[in-house]
């Protein structure tokens, strides 16, 4: 059985960090695509965050880069997320996920964790 578990989120204070862990089960990353995704209620969960590639690539959207940073251990099957000089538009619902394609669209993704809030207050 597939297990994907977010921890890690909480109540920051504007220009605060967090970092966001999600650990894997019944899974061999090696060949997965790994990311991180975000879901505001009300509005409809949005493309990838942050996503590391099975060799090792990572890629940022432009929303967070210079703020977020991805990192894998496959040896750990962890997967986490470093978020830096957050804002109140970072508040929302942070999922991690694994998918044997490269994508930023979560419909590619199969696997996914249950969510970790994270509120960042102004």
């Known amino acids: 059985q597939v297990q994907l578990v977010e921890s890690g989120g909480g109540l920051v204070q504007f220009g605060g960090s967090l970092t966001l862990s999600c650990k894997v089960s019944?899974?061999?990353?090696?060949?997965?695509?790994l990311a991180w995704f975000r879901q505001v209620p009300g509005k409809e969960r949005e493309g990838a965050l942050c996503?590391?590639?099975?060799?090792?690539?990572?890629w940022i959207d432009d929303s967070v880069k210079g703020r977020f940073t991805i990192a894998r251990d496959n040896a750990k099957n962890t997967v986490s997320l470093q978020m830096l000089s957050l804002k109140p538009e970072d508040t929302a619902v942070y999922y991690c996920?694994?998918?044997?394609?490269?994508?930023?669209?979560?419909?590619?993704?199969?696997?996914w964790g249950q969510g970790t809030q994270v509120t960042v207050s102004s």
């Open positions: 996920a694994a998918s044997w394609l490269y994508s930023v669209y979560a419909k590619d993704y199969d696997y």
């Open positions: 019944g899974l061999n990353l090696g060949g997965y695509a």
């Open positions: 996503i590391s590639n099975s060799d090792g690539t990572t």
